[in-house]
């Protein structure tokens, strides 16, 4: 058997295609009957719950767990219940998600989104599946303290940012306005800044562990961040933004004068 066709049968093998398979068989059940009630509430939830039961499907092969896959599995835990039921209720309160306004009577664009969504999930959890899914002998270290630090910070960001912009929201002389109190004074995306940290963060912790080219999962986080910042999350926003204030003076004013991202720097 060829090089090639080894390397083919050993991931065919492995957990991370069981794994992978479970994700996109999550997404395209799910597709199923979103497709069927012309409906995008699910779709939020759904990524979430699907790193909930990727990262416990672990379990699988590893049932006892060093502390590092603990305080990893945990943190990926914590961060999907947090953010899927936040998500979940804001679509229900709001009756629709604009993004899929476009898709939402397309089922072939529909389906192309909740692809996306098994791609988005898989590619960044897999340093994490890396980490949970074998043997881990390595000592914490340094690394995994800081990982560990960074994924709190940005936890901690990205909490205090949808609380704040919920409070303003729900406030009945806020409708229609745009948010420029608390974190969102000092960047026009905080909740993203967040997001950003804590999956570097959990890449750090779980790198400890790597060999080789396994160190390469750094573009894992990178690409969230990629999709973050020029793709499907603040580019939207912005857009949005200018559309619904464009021509608010005060407005422009905070665009030009509020960081992008990271505070007084982007």
Not at 18 to 28: A, N, R
Not at 109 to 126: A, K, N, P, R, S
Not at 226 to 250: A, C, N
Request: with cysteine; charged share 20%; proline share 4%.
């Amino acid at each position: 058997m060829g090089t090639a066709a080894t390397k083919m049968f050993d991931f065919l093998n492995s957990p991370l295609f069981e794994l992978s398979t479970v994700d996109f068989g999550i997404q395209f059940s799910v597709f199923i009957v979103s497709a069927f009630l012309k409906t995008e509430k699910f779709y939020d939830l759904t990524g979430s719950l699907t790193f909930i039961v990727l990262s416990h499907l672990c379990t699988k092969w590893i049932p006892e767990r060093s502390l590092r896959q603990q305080i990893q599995s945990g943190m990926i835990l914590t961060w999907a219940v947090r953010l899927g039921t936040f998500l979940f209720i804001r679509v229900l309160k709001s009756g629709k998600d604009r993004r899929f306004d476009k898709c939402r009577d397309n089922p072939k664009l529909f389906f192309v989104y909740w692809t996306m969504q098994g791609v988005w999930v898989f590619i960044t959890l897999l340093p994490s599946l890396l980490l949970l899914s074998r043997p881990d002998f390595v000592p914490l270290s340094n690394r995994d303290y800081f990982g560990f630090s960074l994924w709190i910070l940005g936890f901690g960001i990205e909490v205090t940012a949808d609380f704040q912009k919920s409070v303003f929201t729900n406030m009945a002389e806020n409708k229609g306005k745009y948010i420029n109190t608390g974190l969102w004074s000092i960047s026009r995306h905080p909740n993203y800044l967040g997001e950003i940290l804590l999956w570097f963060g959990l890449y750090f912790s779980a790198s400890s562990t790597f060999k080789g080219k396994e160190i390469l999962c750094v573009l894992c986080p990178i690409f969230d961040m990629f999709l973050i910042t020029r793709v499907s999350g603040i580019p939207l926003l912005e857009k949005h933004g200018m559309q619904k204030w464009g021509k608010d003076p005060q407005y422009i004013h905070y665009v030009k004068n509020t960081a992008l991202l990271i505070p007084y720097l982007w």
